[in-house]
C-alpha cells in the first residue's frame, strides 16, 4: 500500500516510465511550442532536487518554492515530498504591479515558515539576488534554479521515511477575511484526499481507458490548493496525462482553454465561475462552431460561489459544441481540508433551489454536490455549537482524514478551527467559516460567517446582493461585485455595494445606479446607502479570484477606490 505520492510515482516509473504524466504549453496554445514530461523522466528530476535537498537540509526543513507557471515547479514539488522536506509554494513577482504585492506574500511565508532554502526559476532566482538589499528575510537562506540541479544528483537519494503524519507541505490559505495562514498538510491528508477527487469525479479505470489517459487540462496555479492538488497531483495518483498552462495565457486569450479540452479531449477541467464567464465573453459563434467538447465529462466549477445563471449561459452557449449539460460540475472544497469536500453527479445536472418562489431561476442556489468518501459534513450553529436540521442555514462544519494537522505554529487559531466537537457525532470537526445547509443530503453554500451584514437585525448574504446588482444591468461584470456593511453613524450598519462596469458604462452611471437599488429593493426590501462604480480590476481578490470585501470596504473608507465617477449618496 502507498504510504505517499512518491511512492506511487516510483511505481508509475517503473510500470510505464514512457508514459507523458504532463504536457505543457509553453505560450498556451495547443499547436504552439510544447515540453514534455514522462513518468521516468519526472520521477528522476524529483528524486535529483529530492537528493540535493537532503544534503542540506534536514528531515522536516521548509523549502520556499517560487517558480514561474511551468513543470519545473511540479519537479520541485514532488522533490520536496521525495526529500521528507516541507514545501511551501509561494507567488514568485511577475511584472513591477505585482512585486510589491508578491514580496510582501513572499516575506510573510519566508518568516512564518522559518524556510531554509529557496527552490525557483533561474528568473526568480537572479530577480531576488539583484533585490538581495531590499530582502533582509533572505538573508542566510540558500537558493537555487531547480534547472541547475544536475541529474546525476538522484543517484544520492534516500528513502525519507514518511509517514501518514508526516507534513507534507504548507498551503497557505489566500486570505479572503483575514492575513494568510499555512495550513500544514500531511501525506495522509493528500493520499486521502485524492482518494475523495477520484470517485467524486469518477476518475475510474473505464474513465480513464475511455479517454486513453487523457484526464486533465489545466490553466489552474499550481501554487494554489485547487491546482496543484487536483490536476498536478491527481494525475500523479492515476498514473494519467494532463496539459497545463500558465493562468496568464488563460487570462490574456480565454479562448485558449476550450481551444485545449478540444484538442486534447480530456476527462475533467474546471474553475472558478469567473473563468466560465470569461470564457463566455469570448463564444463567438465561430469560435463555438469549431469546438469539439462531446468529451468533457466534468467540468468543475469551484473556490467562488457557483452562479445558477452562469451553468444556464454556459449550458446553452456550448451545446452546440457537444457540451453535456450534466458535465457541469458545481463543487466545494478548502485547503483546510486538503481540498474536496463536496461534489456533484456525473450523470445529473447541478441541482438548483430556489430561494425565494418568485424570484428569478439565475439566482437560484446552487448545490455543490454531496461529500466524498469517508468525509462527514454537518451545518451547526455557530454560535451554539449545535446540529441543525436539513434546510436550516449555519456554518458547515468537516470531518474526516482529509481535515489537515492545522495551521502551523499557530496552536490558538488550530484549536479554534480545527478541534471542534459536536454532541453526538464522533471525532473533531473543522469549523470551515463558510455558511450554507443541506437538503437531501447535498451541500448549498451561501456564504461567508464573516461577511454576513446584519442590517436592522436581519442577516443578509453579500452574495445574494452581489448578484441582484449584476443581474440589473449587462455593464456590471460578473463575479466583480463587492457588497458590505458600513457604519453611517446615526443609522448604524448601512449596505453598500461596489461594483466593477466596463468602460462604456461612464455615461449611464444615475441609470444603472438606480436599476441597482431597486433590483436590490425588490429582492431584499434594503436600501443601499451608496452605489459605486469602479474601474475594471479596481476590487480586490485572492489568489484563486474571491472578492476581498474587508480590502474592499477599507478601499472604499480611504477614498481609493478607482471610481469612475462619484454618484451622490441617497
Known sequence: MARSLIDLLTAHASEHPDRIAYR??????????????SY???????????????????????????????????????????????????????????????????RRLIADSDAKVILGGREVIASLAAQAEQLPETAGLTWIATED???????????????????????????????????????????DNQHVITERMGHTPEAIAEHGGEMF??????????????????????????????????????????TAVDRYRPHTSGGPNFAYELALKHATPEFVDSLDLSSWRVAFNGAEP??????????????????????????????EATLMVTGGSKTAPATRLATDPAGEADAAAVGCGRPGPGVTVAVVDPDHGTELPDGETGEIWVGGASVAKGYWR?????????????????GRFLRTGDLGFLHDDELFVTGRLKDLM????????????????????????????????????????QPVLVAEADPDAAGEIEKITDLVRAAI??????????VVLVHAGTIPKTSSGKIQRRATRAAHLDGTLARIDAPATR
Open 521 to 530: 429593493g425588490d429582492a431584499h426590501g434594503l436600501h443601499l446607502q451608496e
Open 454 to 493: 446584519v442590517i436592522d437585525g436581519r442577516n443578509h448574504y453579500p452574495q445574494d446582493l452581489e448578484l441582484a446588482a449584476e443581474l440589473a444591468h449587462p455593464a456590471l461584470r460578473p463575479g466583480c461585485t463587492a457588497a458590505f456593511s458600513a457604519d453611517t453613524g446615526a443609522d448604524g450598519e
Open 40 to 106: 521516468a523522466r519526472l520521477a528522476l528530476r524529483s528524486r535529483a532536487v529530492a537528493a540535493w535537498l537532503q544534503d542540506r537540509l534536514p528531515t522536516g526543513a521548509r523549502a520556499l518554492l517560487l517558480h514561474p507557471p511551468g513543470l519545473e515547479f511540479v519537479c520541485g514539488y514532488l522533490g520536496c515530498l521525495a526529500a521528507g522536506v516541507v514545501a511551501v509554494p509561494g507567488v514568485p513577482p511577475q511584472g513591477r504591479a505585482h512585486n510589491h504585492r508578491a514580496l510582501i506574500r513572499m
Open 24 to 37: 505543457y504549453l509553453v505560450t498556451g496554445d495547443s499547436d504552439g511550442e510544447i515540453q514534455y514530461m
Open 306 to 335: 457557483v452562479r445558477a445563471a452562469t451553468l444556464r449561459r454556459f449550458t446553452d452557449t456550448f451545446a452546440p459544441a457537444g457540451l453535456r449539460r450534466e458535465a457541469l460540475y458545481p463543487c466545494y472544497g478548502l485547503a
Open 217 to 258: 487540462v489545466s490553466w489552474l496555479p499550481m501554487y494554489h490548493d485547487m491546482g496543484l492538488i487536483g490536476p498536478v497531483l491527481n494525475t500523479v495518483h492515476l498514473g494519467v496525462t494532463a496539459t497545463l498552462f500558465s493562468p496568464l495565457h488563460f487570462l490574456q486569450q480565454p479562448q485558449r482553454w476550450l
Open 410 to 426: 499557530n496552536a490558538l487559531a488550530t484549536r479554534e478551527t480545527f478541534r471542534a466537537t459536536l454532541p453526538g457525532r464522533a
Open 149 to 191: 540541479i544536475p541529474d546525476d544528483a538522484a543517484d544520492a537519494w534516500r528513502e525519507p521515511g514518511l509517514t501518514a503524519d508526516t507534513v507534507a507541505f504548507l498551503q497557505y490559505t489566500s486570505g479572503s477575511t483575514s492575513a494568510p495562514k499555512g495550513v500544514a498538510v500531511t501525506h495522509g491528508n493528500l493520499l
